[in-house]
T-cell receptor, first 114, second 112 residues
Framework: ETGVTQTPRHLVMGMTNKKSLKCEQH?????MYWYKQSAKKPLELMFV???????ENNSVPSRFSPECPNSSHLFLHLHTLQPEDSALYLCASSPSHANGETQYFGPGTRLLVL | TQLLEQSPQFLSIQEGENLTVYCNSSSVFSSLQWYRQEPGEGPVLLVTVVTGGEVKKLKRLTFQFGDARKDSSLHITAAQPGDTGLYLCAAFSNSGNTPLVFGKGTRLSVIA
């Protein structure tokens, strides 16, 4: 247990569906992250939130929409995804978004888009 | 773009063998981290190295940061099936609040 939980753990959705991924951290951290992990590619940073404010959007398509209502919760809203969006989506948190801060990862949501 | 190249990509060895995996880049990093990711889980931090030439040991795992802070190695002595997993290196650049950059990982399988 890393103190970061993600739900659901597995998700299958059609291209026209709308779904949301949820991440919650119990570590008192102020920065939260969404990463995408695909086969044969490095972890790709998608979004960064620091003190509930989005500080980075790494050229992510608008069909992915993040939401950070407070420092403990992070959502990723999904809409009209493509099959190539199938991947493991990892949430992480760190005390702050500063160089060198250790990030703690959740177990991920395995997403399959049909 | 800062790239971290990890080698080998895959490694399958017998229990009790020693192994070394590598993480290389042409960029200089302020610090470098190694993570292990097991199936169905997220990456878990093993170590952070900061100083060029630094060596850290974690039981049977030995981590080294290159003198120029551009590369790192992870050596496992007497590998066990429990060491099986994806080993990821990740690094922070020297400049400001830049994102953590990850390599593609080395997938290790230790056979009993």
């Amino acid at each position: 247990e890393t103190g970061v939980t993600q739900t659901p753990r597995h998700l299958v959705m059609g291209m026209t569906n709308k779904k949301s991924l949820k991440c919650e951290q119990h570590l008192g951290h102020n920065a939260m992250y969404w990463y995408k992990q695909s086969a044969k590619k490095p972890l790709e940073l998608m979004f960064v939130y620091n003190f509930k404010e989005q500080t980075e959007n790494n050229s992510v398509p608008s069909r992915f929409s993040p939401e950070c209502p407070n420092s403990s919760h992070l959502f990723l809203h999904l809409h009209t995804l493509q099959p190539e969006d199938s991947a493991l989506y990892l949430c992480a948190s760190s005390p702050s978004h500063a160089n060198g801060e250790t990030q703690y990862f959740g177990p991920g949501t395995r997403l399959l888009v049909l | 773009t800062q790239l971290l190249e990890q080698s080998p990509q895959f490694l399958s060895i017998q229990e009790g063998e020693n192994l070394t995996v590598y993480c290389n880049s042409s960029s200089v990093f302020s610090s470098l981290q190694w993570y292990r990711q097991e199936p169905g889980e997220g990456p878990v931090l093993l170590v952070t190295v900061v100083t060029g030439g630094e060596v850290k040991k974690l039981k049977r795992l030995t981590f080294q940061f290159g003198d120029a802070r551009k590369d790192s190695s992870l050596h496992i002595t007497a590998a066990q099936p429990g060491d099986t997993g994806l080993y990821l290196c990740a690094a922070f650049s020297n400049s400001g609040n830049t994102p953590l950059v990850f390599g593609k990982g080395t997938r290790l399988s230790v056979i009993a």
